[in-house]
């Protein structure tokens, strides 16, 4: 995808966004050798079946992630009550601010700006603010999504899409959701990828690309 090394940064405000979003190009970035970097903002404990243990997502976040090949130690995941981002703006541009002075990512992957869900907005709105002077593209979650800007797309191979389903196989505690299904996901990659002519893709909207 690129010519150098880049340092790519996905921001989920939940547990699964990010695999979900842009699970696919994660997988196909890190096969390229780039180094990736998740950060999770919630592992939405309040809202964890009464079957599974409140912290599930920790677990499943961490065996997601390392399906799709990304470092333990570049897994970074904050404590914000789910619903409640909106009344911790400050905290959450601070953790940005600092996380792109640890990290230095020359892409930045989030939600889209226009998401309905209140914390995917303000994660969206604060990653504006912490990295305007860095490439950004927001990865589309359609049930959240009322339109989206299909500017951008990444081709996956077989070998991607299937790194993608597998790694949100990992989350049982959310199989019960119907955009979990496999045959959901692999739909939504057929359609992007036949907007470009290929098999699979995922779509971004284009917030901001520098040209090194």
């Given at each position: 995808?690129?010519?150098?090394?880049?340092?790519?940064?996905?921001?989920?405000?939940?547990?699964?966004?990010?695999?979900?979003?842009?699970?696919?190009?994660?997988?196909?970035?890190?096969?390229?050798?780039?180094?990736?970097?998740?950060?999770?903002?919630?592992?939405?404990?309040?809202?964890?079946?009464?079957?599974?243990?409140?912290?599930?997502?920790?677990?499943?976040?961490?065996?997601?992630?390392?399906?799709?090949?990304?470092?333990?130690?570049?897994?970074?995941?904050?404590?914000?009550?789910?619903?409640?981002?909106?009344?911790h703006r400050q905290?959450?541009?601070?953790?940005?601010?600092?996380?792109?002075?640890?990290?230095?990512?020359?892409?930045?992957?989030?939600?889209?700006?226009?998401?309905?869900?209140?914390?995917?907005?303000?994660?969206?709105?604060?990653?504006?603010?912490?990295?305007?002077?860095?490439?950004?593209?927001?990865?589309?979650?359609?049930?959240?999504?009322?339109?989206?800007?299909?500017?951008?797309?990444?081709?996956?191979?077989?070998?991607?899409?299937?790194?993608?389903?597998?790694?949100l196989k990992e989350?049982?505690?959310?199989?019960?959701?119907?955009?979990?299904?496999?045959?959901?996901?692999?739909?939504?990659?057929?359609?992007?990828?036949?907007?470009?002519?290929?098999?699979?893709?995922?779509?971004?909207?284009?917030?901001?690309?520098?040209?090194?």
């Amino acid at each position: 995808m690129f010519n150098k090394k880049k340092r790519v940064l996905v921001l989920a405000p939940h547990t699964d966004d990010g695999e979900f979003g842009c699970g696919g190009t994660i997988a196909k970035l890190i096969k390229e050798g780039h180094e990736v970097f998740y950060a999770a903002f919630s592992a939405c404990q309040q809202s964890v079946l009464p079957q599974f243990p409140s912290d599930i997502l920790i677990t499943e976040v961490k065996a997601a992630t390392k399906v799709l090949g990304i470092k333990p130690e570049n897994l970074v995941l904050f404590d914000y009550d789910v619903r409640t981002f909106g009344y911790h703006r400050q905290e959450i541009l601070d953790d940005m601010i600092k996380m792109r002075v640890e990290i230095k990512p020359d892409l930045i992957f989030m939600p889209e700006v226009n998401d309905v869900h209140q914390d995917h907005k303000t994660i969206a709105d604060e990653a504006l603010r912490a990295y305007k002077f860095g490439s950004i593209l927001s990865y589309e979650l359609p049930w959240n999504n009322f339109s989206f800007h299909t500017s951008s797309f990444v081709h996956l191979e077989e070998d991607a899409m299937m790194t993608k389903v597998n790694a949100l196989k990992e989350y049982q505690s959310q199989a019960h959701r119907p955009y979990s299904d496999e045959d959901f996901i692999r739909s939504l990659g057929r359609i992007r990828g036949v907007q470009i002519g290929t098999k699979y893709a995922e779509a971004f909207n284009v917030v901001r690309w520098i040209i090194d």
